[in-house]
């Protein structure tokens, strides 16, 4: 096939060459964005008269052809054409002829490419949106199945303080609305467009920018069309906020990986988010999750790669930039298969309430709040801090815990200590009592999650 840019040279480059330039197997997704940016285009061309109405008609009626046919697989895609532009403008051309080869005045791939794909990118982070707002009901749901729900909040992963699941789960949620935030606001500045930027400096032609823009549905044309074909710092910002979130995602992978094995045992994974092993039957293993954490490494992978293909690159657009798609592309693939599975995994997983609790019986995780009963009875925290330790030392030498301390031991120990000491260290009254703003007390706990149905609630709207 001739190349369309054959002209100052032959085009005939070795097929070697021409595979190693070809982006048509990682762009072609990005079809229907082509064929509508090339309308808006062929409409305003003819509304600004640099093209007759019937020409425009004409291209408009073909691409959607082109459109249905391609939908409904009755075209496809040439994998030997260069890139879906060159693509698309090829069977324009067969069909329309002369019509067809008008299509590019005032336009270069440059602006092209770049509209297409912050139009692609545009649909796909509201897509993830949602994908996260699933996840965030999911998350609300377990954590209301979990507001009485004990478990060891932990540190160095050591045992604490006692704390409710469902603090712990929130804490997931938090982090999860923060990535909604930062999606929304990385498409605010995308949405800018570039078409008509042409290759680099404008156009000679009496173009409306606006118009296309409009149509389009962005918010407006970028300002100047050298900064239009040239940055890639949208594709930057969504891989930033997509390598965020996974990050998130792959720290609560690695929990529930814990949490599913034989130690903790605080969770049952359901078998459709576990695999067996080949080898040992007793195993139940946690692949999902394992694979969610793995693939956050692509996803910065994903990310460095972008940042440093554009570091060196001098102003208008380079081919480097031509690698953009297939990392961002694979970040949207892996971060929306990642989010597909995390969800039904999250809430179909069973929570072993009671093993939560045993383990926060043991390991003196109620310390704390001996020491604080002290203090609210008039000793100084330094003071307290160290009786509590001298007795934790005491216990496990002993085989004890602060629960089963006799009165009399405790009363050696200070003459502070009233009957109600019990009371003051059970799980329970530990949790209650920190009342304190965002802490795990229930009526804490319950206001997050008011703050997060309503969240949801509102971005449904
Ligand atoms: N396939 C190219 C890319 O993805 C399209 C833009 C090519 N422009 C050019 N002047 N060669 O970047």
Same mark, same amino acid.
Request: aromatic content about 6%.
């Given at each position: ?7 100052? $040279? ?15 197997? %990682? !762009? /072609? ?5 082509? =064929? ?15 093209? @007759? ?6 291209? %408009? +009626? ?10 409904? &697989? ?22 329309? &002829? ?42 609300? !749901? ?18 604490? /303080? ?70 890639? +710092? ?37 078998? &459709?988010? $576990?695999?067996?092993?080949? =080898? ?5 293993? @946690?692949?999902?999750? #394992? ?28 081919? !480097?930039?031509?690698?953009?798609? #297939? ?12 989010? +597909? ?19 926060? /019986? ?29 007795? %934790?030392? #005491? ?10 301390? @006799? ?13 109600? %000491? ?6 329970? $009254? ?32």
């Amino acid at each position: 096939m001739e190349k369309l840019w054959a002209g100052r $040279t032959s085009g005939a480059a070795s097929k070697l060459a021409d595979d190693f330039n070809s982006s048509i197997g %990682v !762009d /072609q997704r990005m079809y229907r964005q082509d =064929i509508c940016g090339s309308m808006a285009h062929a409409n305003m061309l003819a509304a600004c008269g640099i093209l @007759p109405a019937s020409d425009a008609a004409l291209l %408009v +009626d073909a691409l959607g052809d082109i459109l249905e046919e391609l939908e409904s &697989g009755k075209l496809t895609i040439d994998p030997a054409a260069e890139d879906i532009h060159m693509f698309i403008e090829q069977v324009l051309t067969d069909r329309l &002829g002369d019509v067809g080869k008008r299509l590019h005045t005032a336009r270069s791939r440059n602006d092209q490419v770049a509209v297409d794909l912050r139009m692609y990118l545009r649909d796909e982070a509201a897509a993830v949106e949602e994908k996260l707002k699933a996840l965030l009901t999911a998350i609300a !749901d377990q954590a209301e199945a979990n507001v009485d729900t004990i478990l060891p909040g932990y540190t160095h992963l050591q045992r604490a /303080q006692p704390i409710l699941f469902a603090h712990h789960l929130l804490a997931y949620a938090m982090m999860f609305t923060r990535d909604l935030g930062r999606l929304s606001d990385a498409v605010k500045r995308m949405n800018e467009s570039p078409l008509g930027a042409c290759a680099l400096a404008g156009t000679t032609y009496p173009t409306d920018r606006q118009m296309t823009a409009k149509a389009l549905g962005f918010d407006g044309p970028c300002r100047n069309s050298i900064d239009a074909v040239s940055d890639r +710092d949208f594709c930057v910002e969504l891989l930033s906020a997509f390598a965020l979130m996974m990050m998130h995602l792959s720290r609560f992978s690695e929990e529930i990986i814990l949490w599913a094995s034989w130690e903790f045992h605080f969770i049952e994974l359901d078998d &459709g988010y $576990t695999t067996g092993s080949s =080898i040992m039957p007793q195993k139940k293993n @946690p692949d999902m999750a #394992e694979l969610v954490r793995g693939k956050t490494g692509r996803v910065y992978g994903d990310l460095m790669g972008t940042l440093t293909m554009l570091k060196g690159l001098p102003l208008a657009y380079n081919k !480097d930039m031509q690698e953009d798609k #297939e990392a961002i592309f694979d970040a949207v693939d892996t971060v929306k298969q990642c989010l +597909d599975i995390f969800t039904p995994m999250l809430a179909t997983m069973k929570v072993q309430k009671e093993n939560m609790r045993h383990a926060a /019986q043991k390991g003196f995780i109620n310390a704390t709040d001996l020491a604080d009963y002290l203090v609210k009875k008039g000793m100084p925290f330094r003071s307290a801090y160290k009786l509590t330790g001298g007795l %934790v030392t #005491e216990c496990m030498k002993n085989g004890q815990v602060l629960e089963t301390v @006799p009165f009399a031991r405790y009363k050696e120990l200070s003459s502070l200590f009233d009957s109600d %000491v019990y009371d003051a260290i059970r799980l329970e $009254t530990c949790v209650e009592k920190r009342t304190s703003e965002g802490g795990t007390g229930k009526a804490s706990v319950l206001a997050q999650l008011e703050w997060l149905r309503a969240l949801l609630n509102d971005t449904e709207k």
